[in-house]
């Protein structure tokens, strides 16, 4: 890693192989806008590939396109990124491409109306992408107090009235040198890269005066968010915990947690040659028990000085309350009984998903999301490191600190009458108190 005279940090890590993939990483999300320009950052990532003050839309996707290059873009709460990946003999090109998008936008008036209306037809269509929604207004239902619980594109009442304007004041704030780290991994040398770099991305400053938003640590809220939609044929169910952020101690306890409960899918993990007593995930034999629960995946949101740790469900409405209480009775659950064999299997499903982080692009991401965060280069050596001394004993303690007793933020969408007609948190807040010898659960029986 080497800083730039103008703070921006130049990251390489050298693989073999005829690619090469060059990131950028700007510490800046939905996070540092305020409800009136919510949706700005996103806004803003779509942009940066329709023109700059030398380049037309068509001129940007003609060089990928003849570079032969991948480009991507993403943008979360905290961050945003975007990358090429390319031939190791272009890497120059990519770097220039690069910088004159992120430094010297041209935010044309009619492709933001263009861009505009493209992120309406994905407000629009929200209702199909069952996850992403659901996520966001887990999001919503646990930090509303706080812009880390908007969501990420925004709203969608207040797209059309975003203007050039907001996202010029968003990337003069925002895309400064000291909130930017530019990564290079494949076969790369790291002098030529830096040199590169310093000189396409020269004319980004080094820091700005405007005051970084946002940066009150956001409240947890716990609470119950009902969507009722009676015309959808399944519901989604979402329940988090409040949880450490990734500077914490528990962190790596809590990434081991994930893999614990990990993911299931009715055709893999239910009643059919491998019996969902067979099981060593007790979560998986919870729902193996429950037909028509098709889906659920543990998700771990760590954030710079926040997290949301908890499952997703998805199944046949007559299992809602069932499904709040999937997410609430194993996490409790490990506070008075946690096995070896649990978390060996999820130490070694970490293991296996670390050592399958192999792609260029992957470990390019890796790298620029650990340098904002932490400052350093987080190998998968250390992560395992630490993972490989949690036992049960470990856990069990986490539990009883984090879920025994705790108030979790349940979210519930679609034909949910059984559980919208509930209006005590209590109902769904008691069974976080329940043990593994007591028979009575209010979302269950």
Known sequence: ??????????????????????????????????????????????????????????????????????????ADREYTSYGLTALRGDVGRAVGLL??????????????????????????????????????NAHFNSFREHMMGQPVKGDRDLTSTLTEDYLRDFHAANYVGDN??????????????VDLVEQHFASLPKTSSAPVANQERPIYVPAILNLRDDEMVNSNVAVFYDAPSVKHEDYYAFLLLKHIQGSYRIDQHAEHLNDVHKQYNALHTQLGNLPDVTRADCFYFAYSDAGLWGNYIYGNEVFTRQMNYCGVSMPTTYAHYMTDVEVIRGRNHLYNTLMN???????????GQNILQLGRRLPRSEIASRVAHIDNYHIKQLANQWFYDAEPSFTNWGPIEQVSQVASYKYFKVNTLATVTNAHHTLFN
């Open 99 to 136: 910088g004159d998008m992120v430094c010297n936008p041209a935010l044309n008036p009619g492709e933001l109306e263009a861009t505009k209306n493209e992120v309406s037809a994905e407000h629009e269509s929200s209702h199909t992408r069952y996850l992403e929604t659901t996520l966001e």
């Open 180 to 193: 930017v780290v530019i990564v290079g991994t494949g076969d790369i040398n790291h002098d030529e890269f």
């Open 357 to 367: 982080n192999e792609t260029k692009r992957g470990v390019n991401k890796e790298i």
């Open 1 to 74: 890693m080497t800083e730039l005279s103008n703070g921006i940090r130049v990251c390489t890590e050298k693989s073999l192989g005829a690619t090469a993939h060059v990131g950028v990483y700007v510490g800046a999300g939905s996070r540092q806008e305020n409800l009136a320009t919510t949706g700005s950052s996103y806004l803003l990532k779509k942009m940066l590939s329709r023109g700059t003050t030398s380049r037309t839309k068509g001129d940007i996707w003609d060089e990928i396109t003849g570079l032969g290059a991948g480009y991507s873009a993403h």
